[in-house]
Nanobody, 126 residues
């Protein structure tokens, strides 16, 4: 079975940091684009970051300079390092993957990604 499993979410104070992980099983991520999306209650799902198979990173304007996406192909895992967190970053974060040949990583079109994780909650509050 092809699965993506997110971990690393939690509750932090504004200005704090978290590192999210997305681990793949049943397939290897080497030739996939992997993206992070997030969705807050009452809001539409939005793209946060994406990393291509060539390790080029893309970021939404709202997180540029604060978040960093990376991948470790040996561990079949993608990470999202989140620094300087703000209350508006509160959401359920999902990782998604699909063939790099079939997606435009920086376009953040959710419909282009065929594999999704179950999500992990990130809460930023004082």
């Amino acid at each position: 079975q092809l699965q993506l499993v997110e971990s690393g979410g939690g509750s932090v104070q504004p200005g704090g940091s978290l590192r999210l992980s997305c681990a793949a099983s049943g397939f290897t991520l080497d030739y996939y684009a992997i993206a992070w999306f997030r969705q807050a209650p009452g809001k539409e799902r939005e793209g946060v970051s994406c990393i291509s198979s060539r390790e080029w990173g893309y970021y939404a304007d709202s997180v540029k300079g604060r978040f960093t996406i990376s991948r470790d192909n040996a561990k079949n895992t993608v990470y999202l390092q989140m620094n300087s967190l703000r209350p508006e970053d509160t959401a359920v974060y999902y990782c998604a993957a699909y063939s790099d040949l079939l997606v435009q990583c920086g376009a953040f079109r959710a419909t282009e990604f065929g594999y999704w994780g179950q999500g992990t909650q990130v809460t930023v509050s004082s």
